[in-house]
């Protein structure tokens, strides 16, 4: 029986192997993978329980010294502010722990982020008005920010070549797991909640998102960093270029690279948090008024539509995992660009389908998961092609500016929506579908950059 310690971590370990992906795998490729897609999946789990709580956390926080809660505009237009404070915290996060992946090492710095986000969410559980609510959610979103590129930089360069695209589709796809997991506990805690047995539901979703905390003790001891990671600290000359803005933007290949992947990305993002995750809010609309006429008020009313906020995550994400490991499935045939060209056209056509048409409950069961598989499969192509696009010494760093310097300019996105709804809109029936459905034109700038791109579909990672 070997030891983790005795196992080679190269990715080339592999790479002459044939017959199915997962066969390549030895004992220590499947632990990097579980503990990466468990820091990814619990990250997830905290944007949810943030999506999903973010509206009741507004209605408490924003009602005044008199005791007058705030009225619909009101809780739209702050949710879209601290959503967008929570992406810049997330894209900060990027950046800064992006560096430090690719200087002190990828394990080490996906412990960091763990600890962060984990921390900084129960915190928010703390908050007692807008300001402080929106500073935690900020320094929260530094470590969500900085565990994507981390993680995927660690599987990308530890797993065999022909198995990377398949387990990064794999981890990506895990994401839907944590997302769901959110999902659950939204739906038990708004049925508690509905019955009285728990008061302020959005508060113990964030204490619950406190826990993954406890995984960076397991990262701490037994993960090591890649050997393609310690092959390049130990040469000087690339040593001193690791982790480096400059470098990245002096070379006119890793700079394009990271120009247009930072827009690929932008697309996606302001897609599912501008648009897709206020889908939650549209169900709401949409039950609140079934629920009114049968007579449901006060915390029964908040308790149900809790409840229901919880099944559409559930369906959301059911149909994001099949999204995006289809994505990585589809694109061993089709090559990395045709599979996100058909994944953006079908993006912007579900979202606007559920958004101008979404107007019965027994739609929510065909519409949700269908614009789920659609967005979200979008995240899995990130997730396979951005670390394709970085030589070693940069990779953690470029992957980092194409998937959350992206959010410092989606960050206008949920902004832009809650304005659209209460000020633009406002004089419509039901704003909401109007701001959602002109908010689609994000979809076609990923279709305007994705000619200037290169395929990497069958290459090796840059050295």
């Given at each position: 029986?070997?030891?983790?310690?005795?196992?080679?971590?190269?990715?080339?370990?592999?790479?002459?192997?044939?017959?199915?992906?997962?066969?390549?795998?030895?004992?220590?490729?499947?632990?990097?993978?579980?503990?990466?897609?468990?820091?990814?999946?619990?990250?997830?789990m905290d944007q949810q329980l943030f999506a999903l709580a973010r509206v009741p956390a507004m209605k408490d926080l924003l009602v005044d010294a008199s005791g007058v809660a705030p009225d619909d505009g009101m809780v739209a237009r702050y949710s879209g502010y601290v959503t967008s404070i929570f992406l810049i915290g997330w894209a900060s996060g990027g950046i800064i722990f992006g560096i430090l992946g690719d200087r002190?090492?990828?394990?080490?710095?996906?412990?960091?982020?763990?600890?962060?986000?984990?921390?900084?969410?129960?915190?928010?559980?703390?908050?007692?008005?807008?300001?402080?609510?929106?500073?935690?959610?900020?320094?929260?979103?530094?470590?969500?920010?900085?565990?994507?590129?981390?993680?995927?930089?660690?599987?990308?360069?530890?797993?065999?070549?022909?198995?990377?695209?398949?387990?990064?589709?794999?981890?990506?796809?895990?994401?839907?797991?944590?997302?769901?997991?959110?999902?659950?506990?939204?739906?038990?805690?708004?049925?508690?909640?509905?019955?009285?047995?728990?008061?302020?539901?959005?508060?113990?979703?964030?204490?619950?998102?406190?826990?993954?905390?406890?995984?960076?003790?397991?990262?701490?001891?037994?993960?090591?960093?890649?050997?393609?990671?310690?092959?390049?600290?130990?040469?000087?000359?690339?040593?001193?270029?690791?982790?480096?803005?400059?470098?990245?933007?002096?070379?006119?290949?890793?700079?394009?690279?990271?120009?247009?992947?930072?827009?690929?990305?932008?697309?996606?993002?302001?897609?599912?948090?501008?648009?897709?995750?206020?889908?939650?809010?549209?169900?709401?609309?949409?039950?609140?008024?079934?629920?009114?006429?049968?007579?449901?008020?006060?915390?029964?009313?908040?308790?149900?539509?809790?409840?229901?906020?919880?099944?559409?995550?559930?369906?959301?994400?059911?149909?994001?995992?099949?999204?995006?490991?289809?994505?990585?499935?589809?694109?061993?045939?089709?090559?990395?660009?045709?599979?996100?060209?058909?994944?953006?056209?079908?993006?912007?056509?579900?979202?606007?389908?559920?958004?101008?048409?979404?107007?019965?409950?027994?739609?929510?069961?065909?519409?949700?998961?269908?614009?789920?598989?659609?967005?979200?499969?979008?995240?899995?192509?990130?997730?396979?092609?951005?670390?394709?696009?970085?030589?070693?010494?940069?990779?953690?760093?470029?992957?980092?500016?194409?998937?959350?310097?992206?959010?410092?300019?989606?960050?206008?996105?949920?902004?832009?929506?809650?304005?659209?709804?209460?000020?633009?809109?406002?004089?419509?029936?039901?704003?909401?579908?109007?701001?959602?459905?002109?908010?689609?034109?994000?979809?076609?700038?990923?279709?305007?950059?994705?000619?200037?791109?290169?395929?990497?579909?069958?290459?090796?990672?840059?050295?």
């Amino acid at each position: 029986m070997h030891s983790f310690d005795d196992i080679p971590t190269s990715k080339n370990l592999s790479d002459s192997a044939s017959g199915p992906w997962h066969t390549q795998l030895t004992r220590y490729h499947w632990f990097v993978l579980a503990v990466a897609a468990l820091g990814w999946l619990f990250d997830t789990m905290d944007q949810q329980l943030f999506a999903l709580a973010r509206v009741p956390a507004m209605k408490d926080l924003l009602v005044d010294a008199s005791g007058v809660a705030p009225d619909d505009g009101m809780v739209a237009r702050y949710s879209g502010y601290v959503t967008s404070i929570f992406l810049i915290g997330w894209a900060s996060g990027g950046i800064i722990f992006g560096i430090l992946g690719d200087r002190i090492g990828r394990a080490r710095t996906m412990m960091l982020t763990i600890l962060v986000y984990s921390i900084c969410t129960g915190l928010s559980a703390l908050s007692v008005g807008f300001f402080d609510f929106a500073f935690y959610r900020f320094i929260t979103g530094l470590g969500v920010g900085g565990e994507f590129a981390v993680g995927v930089s660690l599987v990308a360069e530890v797993m065999p070549h022909s198995a990377r695209p398949f387990a990064l589709g794999l981890l990506q796809a895990l994401s839907a797991v944590g997302n769901i997991t959110a999902a659950f506990i939204s739906i038990s805690l708004g049925y508690l909640e509905e019955t009285g047995a728990v008061d302020d539901a959005w508060r113990v979703m964030f204490v619950i998102g406190a826990i993954p905390a406890l995984l960076a003790l397991v990262i701490r001891g037994r993960l090591k960093e890649p050997e393609q990671w310690r092959h390049v600290k130990e040469r000087s000359d690339v040593a001193k270029k690791a982790g480096s803005y400059a470098e990245l933007f002096r070379h006119p290949v890793w700079r394009r690279h990271a120009i247009l992947g930072m827009l690929l990305a932008f697309s996606g993002v302001v897609g599912l948090w501008g648009i897709g995750f206020f889908s939650y809010d549209l169900v709401r609309l949409v039950l609140r008024k079934t629920f009114e006429e049968q007579g449901l008020e006060g915390t029964a009313l908040a308790g149900k539509l809790t409840y229901w906020a919880g099944i559409t995550s559930v369906m959301l994400n059911a149909g994001a995992f099949f999204g995006i490991y289809g994505f990585a499935q589809v694109t061993q045939f089709t090559g990395r660009k045709p599979a996100f060209a058909v994944s953006l056209v079908a993006a912007l056509a579900s979202t606007v389908v559920v958004f101008w048409k979404l107007s019965e409950f027994h739609e929510i069961f065909w519409m949700i998961p269908l614009m789920g598989f659609c967005q979200l499969a979008l995240f899995g192509g990130y997730a396979i092609y951005f670390p394709e696009l970085f030589p070693t010494h940069l990779r953690s760093t470029g992957t980092s500016f194409c998937y959350n310097v992206g959010r410092i300019v989606a960050a206008v996105g949920p902004a832009a929506l809650g304005l659209l709804t209460s000020k633009v809109f406002d004089e419509y029936a039901e704003p909401m579908r109007l701001a959602g459905v002109t908010m689609c034109v994000v979809f076609l700038v990923g279709l305007v950059v994705l000619p200037f791109l290169p395929e990497t579909k069958g290459k090796p990672l840059p050295e």
